[in-house]
């Protein structure tokens, strides 16, 4: 009996010319390019043409989250540049954060933020490997952030966040604040494409994830089992799951608009079941994972050796996303947060 291949890191990489990733959203945020992957073959789509790939009786899942402005520029006492970005908030005017500096602050410390705004107190070091800072600041972080932070581009994005960023580097629906970065998949749906699956007889729901800016770190280890996944929080509701038991009952499948979703869903099915609740996930998904809930996925394109490209080889089948992948090279699709979508279907055993 033949032993199925151990993935290591380097069945994830490929090689992606740097001019294909997306710097700026297109114009239109449903005039991206959508690949089709579900089936033999790839076919060539534009993004407003999703509602009608999908079926009445589909739910169509979103994460709600609200992209929150986490980045900050600050200097120590001793003069030296210091930047922040915020990776989760706490109660009692306190965040985690990520901190670059020439040299680490030292707990007690205090870092000015926002030429003097204000000044945030050092707590102490948190996270997996200590990689995060704790921090106090002196008013409501949500408020402060809005008033003086930036936008927390992706570290690919090359440009300064700017006007155009505070609205395309937000989902049309998003609510609930806490992401540090986009699910970038629901960037492409506007208002046409909701009402044009509204019309279509696809039903909806939301799930809650925040993500964190460990969704941008490469995997380190050749060897998969060796690697860390970050957490972050996520909330699935009882009227989604109701939502979801109603599709099954009707014979809808269950569509995730991107992989912050999927990883929400599976995560609440990990027993076996959805349960209902808000908590954290470090879940990893890689080829071998057994999906219980999502059928289809929306996605965009990610970084090699990146943990959410295992996660949509996973789903797909490696094979066909590698060819997915070198598709979408050779037909110059754009890469990564502002670039261009796929749609895949779940590999059955």
Do not use: C
């Amino acid at each position: 009996m033949k032993t199925p291949h151990a993935h290591t890191l380097s069945d994830f990489d490929f090689h992606l010319p740097p001019e294909l990733v997306a710097q700026h959203p297109a114009a239109i945020r449903s005039a991206a390019r959508l690949l089709d992957g579900r089936g033999q073959w790839p076919v060539d789509r534009v993004f407003h043409e999703l509602p009608g790939l999908l079926q009445p009786g589909d739910l169509l899942v979103f994460n709600d989250t609200r992209v929150i402005k986490a980045r900050l520029y600050g200097e120590k006492p001793t003069g030296g540049a210091v930047e922040a970005l915020v990776e989760r908030i706490l109660p009692n005017h306190e965040v985690l954060a990520h901190l670059r500096a020439s040299k680490a602050p030292k707990p007690g410390g205090t870092i000015s933020f926002a030429d003097g705004a204000f000044e945030a107190e050092v707590l102490g070091r948190a996270g997996p490997d200590d990689a995060l800072f704790h921090l106090r600041l002196p008013a409501d972080p949500l408020a402060l952030l809005q008033q003086h932070g930036h936008v927390p581009l992706p570290p690919y994005i090359t440009h300064e966040d700017a006007a155009e960023d505070i609205e395309r580097y937000q989902t049309v629906f998003a609510e609930r604040p806490g992401a540090v970065a986009a699910p970038t998949a629901s960037l492409h749906f506007d208002a046409a494409v909701l009402a044009a699956l509204q019309a279509r007889g696809v039903q909806r729901a939301q799930v809650t994830l925040h993500v964190g800016a460990g969704t941008f770190q490469p995997v380190r280890s050749e060897n998969l089992d060796e690697h860390k996944m970050h957490s972050e929080w996520f909330e699935v509701s009882q009227a989604t799951i109701d939502a979801i038991a109603a599709a099954r009952a009707r014979g809808g499948r269950i569509v995730a608009a991107g992989t912050t979703t999927l990883r929400a869903l599976e995560s609440a099915a990990l027993g076996g079941s959805l349960q209902a609740g808000a908590r954290d996930t470090d879940l990893f998904i890689r080829p071998g994972f057994a999906f219980h809930v999502v059928d289809l996925l929306v996605t965009n394109f990610h970084l090699p050796k990146s943990t959410l490209l295992m996660l949509v080889s996973a789903f797909a089948g490696h094979e066909q996303v590698r060819a997915l992948y070198r598709h979408a090279i050779e037909s110059r699709y754009r890469f990564f947060s502002y670039g261009d979508a796929m749609l895949l279907e779940r590999q059955r055993a």
